[in-house]
């Protein structure tokens, strides 16, 4: 049974870095693309960033290119967003998401620059992000 925790919310300041952890369990890790969503109140869940199986391809949206570092650690089964200079509009639940990607095809979109939302089949249950003075 795949189960995604995370952790690292918070209610920081602009300018302020956090990081958010994912802990996966229940699958095997290494077999799987992971991504970062997020959702502001009254808005859809956007993509943030996601990670290929082997950490090779990485995928950012433009909002936070520059400012936010996706990586894995294989060997503890853990998911890394680093969020660095925060602004008030990163303020949001962030998700964790993970996917099976044995034929490749996420992996096929990462390297294109996309990481679709719909292929993301097993989610945790969020963490809040809040950004404000």
């Known amino acids: 049974q795949v189960q995604l925790v995370e952790s690292g919310g918070g209610l920081v300041q602009p300018g302020d870095s956090l990081r958010l952890s994912c802990a996966a369990s229940?699958?095997?890790?290494?077999?799987?693309?992971f991504g970062w969503f997020r959702q502001a109140p009254g808005k859809e869940r956007e993509g943030v960033s996601c990670?290929?199986?082997?950490?090779?391809?990485?995928y950012y949206a433009d909002s936070v290119k520059g400012r936010f570092t996706i990586s894995r650690d294989n060997a503890k089964n853990t998911v890394y967003l680093q969020m660095n200079s925060l602004k008030p509009e990163d303020t949001a639940v962030y998700y964790c998401?993970?996917?099976?990607?044995?034929?490749?095809?996420?992996?096929?979109?990462?390297?294109?620059?996309?990481?679709?939302?719909?292929?993301?089949?097993?989610w945790g249950q969020g963490t809040q992000v809040s950004v404000s003075s």
């Open positions: 998401a993970a996917t099976r990607d044995l034929r490749h095809r996420t992996l096929a979109k990462l390297r294109i620059g996309i990481c679709p939302r719909g292929d993301f089949g097993s």
């Open positions: 990670i290929s199986s082997s950490g090779g391809s990485t």
């Open positions: 229940g699958f095997t890790f290494d077999d799987y693309v």
